[in-house]
């Protein structure tokens, strides 16, 4: 898997920038071990390290240009001079010719560096959907980039002062989202963007973004057949080059098809790996086995213990280069590493078949809320909202008590509605952090950031809307960096067929309605693989990989102590209040297991990152 890394505009010599380079590198392989190609002179380095089908790299003259991942042209001419050239040298070509606005023909999962070492002029990029994160930092006279914040921090001149609005975020959105990153000096980049540094001025563009075509007429018939080759297409792409292959299975619509499709694609049962829990609502490896059970593929199966949570709790923090608070991380890692010690050398992931076509509950729920809005809005907002509001305020009678909250939740516009339930704000921002931390903290920062992305998306309809918002903070912020470092740690690559430039395409033109059908969720995806999946899979209720970490804690003693030691040390870095840290140990986690346990395992997990990063 790997990376790449580098920098322009500074150093004293070839060997002691070659020394730094190396040390960089080191990071980027230090679980995977690929091999790395690496270019220094006196002011500059360009690393990359990956598989032989994942490394692309090229030097010519005065230019460097070295790209990770399965990059293609959208011109089939370009494509076909790939073959014989390599895609680095015809990446070149072009970037020579047509300066930055190549990258807008660029297509695959990929980070892209092409570097003028003369002139230091520097054009980085990363793929439409973000599906791997790329950071920059400029420094004194030049720019330091990486897909690696540890890896970009071993260089001399990284700033690595923590932010204390990344903490923040962290808490807010249990991880921190771009283009933000935990040290106040470094950015990331957004999917779709890129970078051009030249004469020591950089500026950020938007290359693609979201083009949504509500109003195309095709038939059911005409879309169902152009779903279904696509479906085949993209995974026999995500597969090409590799010789073992396998892929996650949670039981999920999403896994359940990919795991189907790589059936039909290579001709032989596909191997497929799922984790179970020993806690009630928790296990869904009944569902896992329907599907396995189907497709009559080669199953494997693997039940996580709290003692596996203790033990990868280390690995986990110190993978994440930054606060990551996703838990299933860790179920993710089990589920890798079992593939890894089978042969695998590819996992598939079935992320983003939700995000593409209407799958997340709060789709409906939101729909649900959105029918308030159809009321005319002077009788809503001057009627029917404030007296509503206030005479059924405190009622203990259920049935108006649900109107109250319907009406209350549904008068707050989008897309702060959906943060209704967000826990930071469920306890209280001046409750969790001490004032001198909040002093440093723009706490209105996160709602600004969500409207901002929510609102720009050309789209008149809310699921739209909602998909595109969820591209970013769903995918590329949380969901990907959870599934691609735990693939990393595991030392097993990962694709995502679902995030198929054409899949995605093909997301876009789909009208509205055949992705959720009034509260109906995936409405079109269901119905095209009615007769491909089985009927237990396309019925059930959606699940994951879901850790039962606050119930576990109640009960097993290691991670009691485990966390208990983590949140007294982090008393001491005076962020958090430390009347709230005893309150969520001594008596918030007996209420309710589940929902605090999730606050507990956001604080073990940034003194974890923290521990990790000064090691």
């Known amino acids: 898997m790997s990376g790449l890394c580098g920098w322009v505009g500074y150093g004293h010599s070839i060997v002691e920038n070659q020394q730094i380079s190396e040390s960089m590198t080191q990071v980027l392989t230090r ?13 500059s380095s360009i690393a990359i390290a990956a598989g032989e089908q994942q490394l692309h790299y090229f030097c010519k003259n005065d230019f460097v240009v070295g790209i990770w991942g399965h990059p293609k042209f959208s011109n089939d001419t370009l494509n076909q001079l790939s073959f014989s050239q390599g895609i680095a040298s015809v990446l070149l070509d072009q970037w020579v010719s047509n300066g930055p606005s190549v990258i807008e023909g660029l297509l695959g999962e990929f980070i892209c560096c092409l570097v003028n070492i003369k002139s230091h002029e520097t054009l980085i990029a990363t793929d439409r959907m973000g599906t791997r994160p790329l950071y920059y930092q400029i420094l004194g006279n030049g720019l330091l980039f990486g897909t690696s914040l540890d890896a970009m921090m071993r260089h001399p001149l990284a700033k690595n002062e923590i932010s204390a609005q990344g903490i923040y975020d962290y808490i807010y959105f249990h991880m921190v989202p771009g283009s933000g990153t935990i040290y106040r000096e470094s950015k990331r980049l957004f999917p779709g ?8 001025k950089l500026t950020t563009e938007c290359y693609w973004r979201a083009q949504f075509k509500e109003n195309e007429a095709q038939s059911f018939s005409e879309l169902k057949q152009s779903f279904i080759s696509l479906l085949h297409t993209s995974v026999k792409d995500a597969i090409a080059g590799y010789q073992h292959v396998g892929a996650f299975l949670s039981g999920g619509t999403d896994s359940s098809t990919i795991a189907g499709m790589l059936q039909e694609v290579t001709g032989k049962p596909a191997k497929t790996y799922s984790i179970g829990f020993d806690a009630p609502g928790y296990d869904e490896m009944d569902y896992a086995r329907v599907a396995a059970r189907h497709f009559s593929t080669n ?11 203790a033990a990868a709790i280390p690995q986990i923090a110190a993978i994440f280069d930054q606060p990551f608070g996703n838990a299933s991380a860790i179920p993710t890692f089990y589920c890798a590493q079992m593939a890894k010690r089978d042969g695998i050398e590819l996992l598939l992931g079935g992320d983003g078949g939700d995000e593409l076509f209407g799958g997340n509950v709060r789709y409906a729920k939101q729909y649900v809320f959105s029918l308030y809005e159809r009321i005319p809005s002077a009788l809503r907002e001057k009627i029917i909202t404030p007296l509503a509001l206030s005479a059924l305020s405190g009622t203990n009678i259920n049935l ?6 319907y009406i209350s939740q549904a008068s707050i516009p989008m897309p702060h509605r959906m943060e209704t339930y967000n826990l930071l704000m469920r306890y209280g921002y001046q409750n969790v952090f001490t004032e001198d931390f909040l002093l440093n903290v723009d706490i209105n920062e996160p709602a600004s950031q969500t409207d901002q992305t929510y609102h720009k998306v050309e789209t008149s309809s809310l699921i739209n809307r909602m998909l595109a918002y969820d591209w970013k903070y769903t995918l590329a912020d949380n969901d990907l960096p959870k599934v691609t470092k735990a693939c990393e740690l595991a030392a097993v690559d990962i694709a995502y067929p679902f995030l198929n430039n054409e899949m995605v395409s093909f997301s876009e033109k789909l009208r509205p309605e055949l992705k959720l059908k009034k509260t109906k969720l995936r409405y079109f995806f269901k119905e095209a693989l009615r007769d491909f999946l089985p009927v237990e899979i396309i019925t059930k209720q959606k699940h994951g990989f879901g850790l039962p970490f606050g119930v576990w804690l109640q009960e097993n003693k290691l991670l009691q102590t485990h966390a208990a030691d983590c949140l007294t040390d982090l008393k001491n870095r005076h962020i958090f209040r430390v009347d709230f840290i005893d309150k969520i140990l001594g008596q918030y986690l007996h209420q309710h297991a589940s929902y605090h346990g999730t606050m507990v395992w956001l604080l073990m997990m940034l003194e974890c990152w923290y521990k990790q990063r000064s090691r």
């Open 31 to 43: 679980f995977d071990h690929s091999r790395s190609q690496i270019y220094v002179d006196e002011h």
């Open 193 to 200: 963007e890129y970078i051009y540094y030249k004469n020591g």
């Open 299 to 309: 199953h494997h199966e693997y039940y996580v213990t709290p003692e596996d949570v």
């Open 400 to 405: 108006l008590r649900k109107i109250h909250s």
